[in-house]
């Protein structure tokens, strides 16, 4: 494990999430400054095909992330950190950070859900959105989508950096 990627992430993705978990967002100044250095830092590392290597990764974390996002099941702020992921890992690690960031994300809904007493409603969001149903559901903004949602970056967190150890 190369610390000098560990560490900027293991920081960024706790922070983030503590302000996730705090607020349900997650900021600009904490997200844009971690995908640029990302690409900054691989390309610094391994010139061309490092950047090649970070764009990659910023793409598989949109073509990913991007389509929960289009269809409200996940907010822009995480598929930015997502795609900050991207830039520092690459593809091939995201696409193995993505599974575990799926799994961790499940059991936390699922968790959340259990503990608010909304497993009906959260079964039938998570069908909806299933079936590509997305004007079915609440606006993000609203009460009934923000009391049926969870923040996203512990499990983006959580996800990435047990892909660390798995590699």
């Avoid at 593809?91 to 809904?109: E, K, N, R, W």
């Avoid at 997305?134 to 970056?153: C, D, L, V």
Wanted: glycine letters at 12%; hydrophobic letters at 55%; proline letters at 5%.
């Amino acid at each position: 494990m190369q610390s000098v990627i560990w560490w900027p992430n293991l920081i960024v993705l706790a922070v983030a999430s503590v302000i996730d978990l705090r607020t349900r967002r997650i900021p600009n100044w904490l997200v844009a400054p971690f995908l640029l250095s990302g690409f900054m830092v691989q390309t610094a590392m391994h010139g061309f095909r490092g950047a090649a290597h970070s764009l990659a990764g910023v793409g598989v974390a949109a073509a990913l992330f991007g389509i929960p996002c289009f269809f409200r099941a996940m907010g822009m702020g995480d598929f930015k950190l997502a795609a900050g992921v991207g830039a520092w890992i690459g593809p091939s690690q995201f696409l193995l950070a993505s599974v575990t960031i799926a799994i961790a994300g499940g059991v936390m809904a699922v968790g959340y859900a259990l503990l608010r007493g909304s497993m009906g409603a959260s079964l039938t969001r998570a069908g909806d959105l299933l079936l590509l149903r997305a004007g079915s559901r609440p606006r993000m903004g609203s009460e009934a989508a923000k009391a049926q949602s969870i923040p996203y970056a512990p499990a983006i967190a959580v996800g990435t950096l047990l892909s660390f150890f798995a590699r």
